[in-house]
């Protein structure tokens, strides 16, 4: 089922955080995405919180096939109502259909960003809203450069052309033009509608974007996806058998059957450390079903809840002391990677212990971090008693009379 999608930081002095830096191999990354929440704040109020690691942009929500030849983006308040003008599709032109927005805030914002802070910042193409398809390997192949040449690193054939780079951000000062690229850290997929064509197109998006990735080497490029949590999500399956998605932002919510609610339901007795019902939840069937792809596995896979009773469907959400409970449970399993949230403006409307969801995730990812109740610092909770032993015995040698 789909994410319910709409189109404040507290005070610094709550936070005892160092600024986030994305670890690919670290169990406590916390990703939220930003896009579609109401009233939305500007985008620099989350990457210069430290408990953010990446920022999910959402979305590309229409594809070249259905926007005059140009993908179309929708950040809710964040764009403008003037578009880039399409190039028109197979030989048809409609400026009707233009959805390129400009968004001159975002692209200011995206430049302090990486400025201020190394959040790393995702391309979400999809979502549970827009008529988006790719028909055809030939359509896949070029949209995966059309997004690589507007998102991507900034090249003279691209840029030569007049092409657009809508994230890139012209600063004009005393006369002067400075044209500041700003590249994303790679893409995500969040497919939620069937494809037209048996996958051809976005076997070929995907394919090429990996190709593409190569090309440069200054950092590393990700390429992500962002499925139901029922395994395999029918629209993502085949695709996520083409090539290598270096993480998995599992929706456990809005489907009842494999839910985080469900678990939660399914568990009430549980202590952290202690035994539990799978209760129908399904991250170690998705850590199963990669397993038996050639390209993704032991994909880093995170737990994605909505920040809000109102970011999902009545009752998905749980609240931040179940979150506790649920990332305790899984924390130790190989492939979990953190805790993924729907969105950054929802989740504003959560507030425990003086927090946001978003940032009591990250309290609960590095409290989890050195529980010695899980099994994963079991080693930690050895080290930890025989230096008491230690202690204990170095204080009663030194009160013994002489």
Known sequence: ????????LLASALFGFASATFDIKSKNN????????PNQKRVTTYCQDPTIDIIILSFVNLFPEQANGNPGINFGNQCSGESYHGPGFEGVKDPSKDSLWKCPQLQEDLYTCRQTSNVKFLLSLGGAVGDYNVNGATNGTSFANQLWGMFGPAQEAWTSLGKPRPFDYTNTTSGNTTINEFRIDGFDLDIEHPSEDS??????????????????????????????????????????????FDMLFVQFYNTPACSARGWISGNPNYVIGGAFNKAGFTFDDWVTWLSTTKYSQGAPIFITLPGANPAANTGAYITVAQTQLIASAYYCRASFAGIGVWDAT?????IANGRFFFQNAKVTLDAAAVDTRLSCNKNKREIEGKSFIRRHRAGAHSNRKI
């Open 30 to 37: 916390v990703a939220v995405y930003y896009g579609q929440g």
């Open 346 to 350: 929802y989740s504003e409307q959560s």
């Open 1 to 8: 089922m789909a994410r319910i999608a709409l189109v404040s």
């Open 199 to 244: 996958d051809a197109g976005y076997k070929a998006l995907v394919t090429r974007l990996r190709s593409l990735y190569t090309t440069f080497t200054d950092k590393p490029y990700y390429l992500t996806a962002s499925p139901q949590c029922i395994v395999p999500d029918a629209n993502l399956a085949t695709i996520l058998q083409t090539t290598k």
